[in-house]
């Protein structure tokens, strides 16, 4: 593949299509009693999605809405949440957005698939990436709660967790999310006590992903359909 790496956010567009029902089942959690996050093939920044979270008050994991983008609590402004989209693995632990949320408020992200872009010729060419055999799975994720000083309402914001990219995605970006095994959730969510937790944040094996270009439609945030994930022919 010809043409510059790197272009974009990474992971700036993933798909979740798997629906909330079989999630709930997937991951041994209650189905969210409203769950009207919808499966979506193009999911953008600023959307709310669907994450898997940890009550350490009721012991339980629970599926529930956060907006992508990650607002601190700090914050004056909600709107730098439009740029906190991914925190960088190698310093999700020290950058002042990001460290309370890593220690304490951690999240996965279920998804079918993600995207990634390369620049060519002057163009955007995306590309879709998702697991060989086509099972969900789920990224490594920080939330973040954030209350309005003139409402007092709250926003509960994430952003997901990127790595440098495997041999399968480095071919359109040199970044990737962060994707976390079963075996590695109860320490991720805070269920289990871990303090290896920097050790989960590398590449995915690249065996057992694959990846193709695909419908140039998906650079619109306004498409969403199947037809997003069609392979491209290559000249």
Not at 63 to 76: E, F, I, M, Q, S
Not at 116 to 145: D, L, Y
Not at 197 to 219: C, D, H, I, Q, S
Request: aromatic letters at 8%; proline letters at 6%; charged letters at 25%.
């Amino acid at each position: 593949m010809a043409g510059s790496i790197g272009c974009g956010p990474v992971c700036g567009r993933y798909r979740r299509t798997t629906k909330t029902e079989e999630l709930a089942r997937l991951y041994g959690v209650a189905v969210p009693a409203a769950h009207d996050v919808p499966v979506s093939w193009n999911i953008a920044p600023g959307q709310d999605v669907l994450t898997l979270r940890f009550n350490a008050e009721t012991g339980e994991r629970s599926l529930d809405a956060l907006r992508w983008g990650l607002v601190p609590h700090w914050a004056k402004d909600p709107k730098v949440g439009h740029r906190l989209i991914n925190a960088r693995s190698e310093t999700v632990d020290k950058t002042l957005s990001y460290r309370q949320a890593f220690t304490k408020r951690r999240c996965l992200i279920p998804a079918d698939g993600f995207y990634e872009w390369q620049r060519a010729a002057g163009r955007k060419i995306p590309f879709h990436v998702q697991m060989r055999n086509g099972s969900p799975f789920t990224m490594a994720g920080v939330w973040e709660g954030w209350q309005d000083p003139v409402t007092a309402e709250w926003l509960r914001t994430c952003a997901i967790l990127t790595c440098p990219a495997n041999e399968i995605v480095e071919q359109a970006h040199d970044r990737m999310p962060v994707i976390l095994d079963p075996e590695q959730h109860a320490a991720w969510l805070g269920e289990a006590e871990s303090h290896f937790l920097k050790a989960f944040l590398v590449p995915y094996p690249g065996e057992r992903m694959t990846m193709w270009e695909t419908n140039t439609r998906v650079n619109s945030a306004r498409e969403n359909d199947a037809g997003l994930i069609e392979r491209q022919l290559v000249d």
